[in-house]
Structure formats: structure tokens, C-alpha cells
T-cell receptor, first 117, second 112 residues
Framework: GAVVSQHPSRVICKSGTSVKIECRSLDFQATTMFWYRQFPKQSLMLMAT?????????EQGVEKDKFLINHASLTLSTLTVTSAHPEDSSFYIC?????????????FGPGTRLTVL | KNQVEQSPQSLIILEGKNCTLQ??????????LRWYKQDTGRGPVSLTI?????NTKSNGRYTATLDADTKQSSLHITASQLSDSASYICVVSASSGYALNFGKGTSLLVTP
């Protein structure tokens, strides 16, 4: 099946610093990728849709200036958490759709655990 | 209100036993329903996907059913193994596009 990777798998940073998370589709191209945040024992919450060649689309309540998204190529999207605070500590997951027969299958990355001290 | 409700919230079973997880949804118009397995600290992995015309699909020891009339789905796990311990997430798509509606998941623990 298709593979989506994320880097880093976990990161610890100091409050006020910025952290960049990469999401790559390894064996297919994705003009669209999705970024989710997941708190403990909660479901995935869509943060934004990353679009190659255009601006990202953010879900209501997600600050676009805090969570910068850049879809640099057809296989790479990055999420930068700017001026991170402890409340930004979470599990960040990306996904990329790949067309399989008549539907788009979503392939998820392994996630990035962010801890802000 | 969440458009995808899962039950039970958590479940503990003995290794070798069977179990069934439930998913009810109100998402409309319906396109497809997916079950994912998410190990702790990992991304979700697809188990099954069913469209409107499909009412059952199997993937090894996992069998999913779908009743589009009552908007209910179940995931049956046969002969559970310790490695089945994970969160199982029901995801419903409202269209042929990318919009996904996530359930909160059922946390399954299989004990020796």
C-alpha cells in the first residue's frame, strides 16, 4: 500500500520556539494533504488542508499564523508550529489521499509527538 | 454533535475471544465508511472501506458490516490477539471528495 512518512517522530522544544514537521508521500503524488491534531484519548481533529501551489485551508478555530503550512511539492507538506506553547503539545498526524478505483483512500503518516516545555 | 458515534468507548477482552465494535452515523449524503486501527503513538491504518452498495467486507480476522438504511456499522474481530490492542476508529465520508468524519474510537485491550 501507499506510504506516508513524517519527520520527526517526536520533538521536544522550549516554549516560544518554532517547530517544523514534515509529511511526505513516498510512492505517490498528493496535490492535497491534511494535518490533524490528536489529544490523548481523543479522535483526530482536522486542522487544515494543505494544497500544492496554493494557500492552505484552515478549519475554524485554527490560527493560520500560528500553524504555518507549506505544500512545497507534490510529495511534501510541512507544518510549522510557531512560537510554541505548552498547550500546543499534542500528537500531529498528516494524511494524503490516493485514488484507488472509485474512491480516495486516505493514507496516514505515523504521527509526530510534540512536547513543548 | 458528532456525526459519528462509536460504542463502547473502551473494551477489555481475553485473548482468543471475539468482539464486536459499533458505529452509528448521521453523515449524509453517505459515500463510504472506513474502519481504521490506531496503535498508541502511531498513525491510523486502514482495515476496511465500504461503499453504499457493500454490506460486509473482511480483512483477515476483521469483518466489517454496513447497514446504510439504519446508518450502522460494526467491526467484528475474531480470535483476538494481544496485538489487536489498539484504538479502532470509524470514519465516514460524506461525498466522493476528501471530507472525513471521525468517530472518537473504541479503545480495545486484549489481555492474556
Amino acid at each position: 500500500g501507499a506510504v506516508v512518512s513524517q519527520h520527526p517522530s517526536r520533538v521536544i522544544c522550549k516554549s516560544g520556539t518554532s517547530v517544523k514537521i514534515e509529511c511526505r508521500s513516498l510512492d505517490f503524488q498528493a496535490t492535497t494533504m491534511f494535518w490533524y491534531r490528536q489529544f490523548p484519548k481523543q479522535s483526530l481533529m482536522l486542522m487544515a488542508t494543505s494544497n500544492e501551489g496554493s494557500k492552505a485551508t484552515y478549519e475554524q478555530g485554527v490560527e493560520k499564523d500560528k500553524f504555518l503550512i507549506n505544500h512545497a511539492s507534490l510529495t511534501l507538506s510541512t507544518l510549522t508550529v510557531t512560537s510554541a506553547h505548552p498547550e500546543d503539545s499534542s500528537f500531529y498526524i498528516c494524511s494524503a489521499p490516493k485514488l484507488l478505483s472509485s474512491y480516495n483512500e486516505q493514507f496516514f503518516g505515523p504521527g509526530t509527538r510534540l512536547t513543548v516545555l | 454533535k458528532n456525526q459519528v458515534e462509536q460504542s463502547p468507548q473502551s473494551l477489555i477482552i481475553l485473548e482468543g475471544k471475539n468482539c464486536t465494535l459499533q458505529c452509528n452515523y448521521t453523515v449524509s449524503p453517505f459515500s463510504n465508511l472506513r474502519w481504521y486501527k490506531q496503535d498508541t503513538g502511531r498513525g491510523p491504518v486502514s482495515l476496511t472501506i465500504m461503499t453504499f452498495s457493500e454490506n460486509t467486507k473482511s480483512n483477515g480476522r476483521y469483518t466489517a458490516t454496513l447497514d446504510a438504511d439504519t446508518k450502522q456499522s460494526s467491526l467484528h474481530i475474531t480470535a483476538s490477539q494481544l496485538s489487536d490492542s489498539a484504538s479502532y476508529i470509524c470514519v465516514v465520508s460524506a461525498s466522493s471528495g476528501y471530507a472525513l468524519n471521525f468517530g472518537k474510537g473504541t479503545s480495545l485491550l486484549v489481555t492474556p
